[in-house]
C-alpha cells in the first residue's frame, strides 16, 4: 500500500485554514507533551489558573466532541457549562495527568448521552444556534448561523463513532494520531470511519440536496455508503 | 468499484487503495492521495466530480467548526464546580440557603454553649459587608468557615429539585438543595425518643462522658 502521510500538512493550504494545527512534528510534539503534563498535573493540585488554561486548551475539542454526540435540539451551551463544572469540580480526582484529555472526553460524551435521556431537554428546542437568531453584531451572521445548522443536522445523523473523529479532524484539525489517542481506538481504525463518516455525510447531504429539489450528484448516489450502524 | 481501480488491481502492483479512503486523505489535505485522486481521474471523471462534492463538504465542516469555536469561546470555567444547572443563576439559591441553614440552627433549643455562640459570631462577622453578590458572600462564607474548621465540604453535585423555562425568554428557573457538610463543637446534643404511655417524642439531653466514666 502507498504511504499517505495524511498527518502532514499540505503547502497548498486547504481552505479551511487549519494547516498550523495539522502539522505534526515530533520534537514540537514533546515539547507540548511536558508542558500539557505539567499543566494537567497542576490542575489536578486544584490550581485555579491552571484549571482555566486547560479549559482554554480544550474547549473548543469539547465542543466538537459534544456537536458528535448530542442529540437533536440539545443545547450545547448547556453542555459545555456542565462539562466546565465537572472540571472544576473533579478534576482534583485525576491523579494520573496525562489521562486528564481522554477524562475530558469521557465527561462530555457522558453529559451528551445524559441529555438524549433528558426528555426535558429536547422538549426545550433550543438549538445549537437558536441563540443567534436576529443577533447581527455577534459576531455570527444568520446565513453562517443556517449553514452551521443545516450541517449540523446532517452531523447529527451520522452515528457517533463516525461523526466524531470527523468533526475533530474537519473542524479542528486534529490529526489522526492524536484522534486515535484521544479515543483509545488504533489509527487505521481512525482512518477507516474518516473515510466512512465522509463517505455517509455526502451521501445525507445528497439525500437533502434531492429532497429540496436541488442538485444531486450522480456520481454521488452511483457510490454506495457503508453499512452507518456497524464500526469498522 | 472505478476502472482505474480495475486497471491497477490487474497491473499486479500495490492493492488498490480504497476509493473512499483515497478521497478522504485528499480532502484532509495529503499531497499524496490528491495526486492519486488525479491520476484516475484521466480515466474516470466521476472521482473528480466526487472529490469536488467532498471538498465542498469538508468546507462546510470548517465553516461549522468556527460557528462551534466561537461558541466554545464563551463558555468560561464556572467559579464553583456545578453540575446540572447554570452557576450564574443560583445566587438566589445560594442566599436562599444560607439563610435558612442559619434561621434552623437558631431554632434548636440550647444545643450550643456561649462558645460555640462565639464561634458562630466570629463566622458571620466574617462575612462582612460589602458584598455585590449573594454568591460572594457564599464563597467568603465557606472560605471563613474552612479556616476555622466549621466546614468540610460541600454535598456534589447538588440535586435539582425542579426546572422551569421562564416565559419572559430570560431563561430558566433551576430549584436545587445545596449541602455544606459543617462540623460542630456541641458540649451536648439532645436525642428524641418517645416517652410515657401516650408515646410522645421527648428531648432526651446527651452530655459527653467525663473522664471519670471513661
Known amino acids: 500500500m502507498a504511504d499517505f502521510p495524511n498527518s502532514r500538512p499540505p503547502t497548498d493550504a486547504p481552505a479551511n485554514g487549519l494547516t498550523d494545527a495539522r502539522s505534526d512534528s515530533t520534537g514540537h510534539d514533546e515539547v507540548l507533551s511536558l508542558a500539557e503534563t505539567r499543566l494537567f498535573a497542576r490542575a489536578a493540585d486544584g490550581d485555579r489558573e491552571a484549571i482555566a488554561e486547560v479549559w482554554h486548551a480544550n474547549r473548543r475539542w469539547i465542543a466538537a466532541v459534544l456537536a458528535a454526540h448530542a442529540p437533536r435540539a440539545s443545547d450545547i451551551d448547556d453542555l459545555m457549562q456542565e462539562v466546565a463544572a465537572t472540571l472544576v469540580a473533579k478534576c482534583r480526582h485525576i491523579r494520573d495527568a496525562a489521562s486528564l484529555r481522554g477524562w475530558l472526553r469521557v465527561v462530555a460524551v457522558n453529559a451528551a448521552r445524559m441529555a438524549g435521556r433528558s426528555s426535558a431537554i429536547e422538549r426545550r428546542s433550543l438549538g445549537l444556534f437558536a441563540g443567534e437568531r436576529g443577533r447581527g453584531s455577534a459576531g455570527i451572521d444568520r446565513a453562517a448561523a443556517d449553514e452551521a445548522r443545516e450541517t449540523l443536522a446532517l452531523i447529527e445523523r451520522l452515528p457517533p463513532i463516525y461523526a466524531e473523529p470527523l468533526m475533530l479532524q474537519a473542524t479542528q484539525g486534529m ?15 481512525v482512518e477507516t470511519r474518516l473515510a466512512r463518516g465522509r463517505r455517509m455525510l455526502r451521501q445525507l447531504a445528497s439525500e437533502r440536496d434531492a429532497a429540496s429539489g436541488g442538485h444531486s450528484t450522480p456520481s454521488a448516489s452511483a457510490r454506495t455508503a457503508p453499512e452507518r450502524t456497524h464500526a469498522p | 468499484m472505478t476502472p482505474s481501480h480495475d486497471q491497477h488491481q490487474a497491473s499486479g502492483g500495490e492493492p488498490p487503495i480504497d476509493a473512499d479512503l483515497l478521497l478522504s486523505r485528499a480532502v484532509a489535505g495529503d499531497r499524496s492521495a490528491l495526486a492519486e485522486v488525479r491520476a484516475r ?6 472521482i473528480l466530480e466526487e472529490l469536488a462534492m467532498w471538498q465542498a463538504d469538508e468546507l462546510r465542516l470548517a465553516r461549522l467548526g468556527r460557528t462551534l469555536d466561537a461558541r466554545a469561546d464563551r463558555i468560561e470555567l464556572p467559579r464553583r464546580g456545578i453540575v446540572g444547572g447554570r452557576q450564574s443563576r443560583l445566587g438566589w439559591f445560594v442566599a436562599a440557603a444560607i439563610a435558612l441553614a442559619w434561621f434552623g440552627q437558631s431554632l434548636v433549643p440550647g444545643v450550643r454553649d456561649s462558645r460555640s455562640t462565639a464561634q458562630q459570631q466570629a463566622s458571620v462577622a466574617g462575612l462582612g459587608a460589602g458584598f455585590t453578590t449573594a454568591d460572594e458572600a457564599f464563597d467568603a462564607y465557606v472560605a471563613k468557615a474552612r479556616e476555622e474548621g466549621l466546614v468540610e465540604g460541600e454535598v456534589a453535585p447538588p440535586t435539582l429539585l425542579r426546572s422551569r423555562e421562564l416565559t419572559d425568554g430570560r431563561g430558566f428557573e433551576v430549584v436545587i438543595v445545596r449541602q455544606i457538610i459543617e462540623r460542630r463543637v456541641s458540649p451536648e446534643i439532645y436525642r428524641v425518643a418517645p416517652m410515657g404511655e401516650t408515646g410522645r417524642l421527648r428531648q432526651i439531653l446527651v452530655r459527653p462522658r467525663t473522664e471519670t466514666v471513661q
Open chain 1, 175 to 189: 490529526t489522526q494520531r492524536h484522534i486515535a489517542d484521544l479515543l483509545d481506538v488504533p489509527e487505521t481504525t
Open chain 2, 41 to 46: 481521474g484521466a480515466s474516470d471523471p466521476s
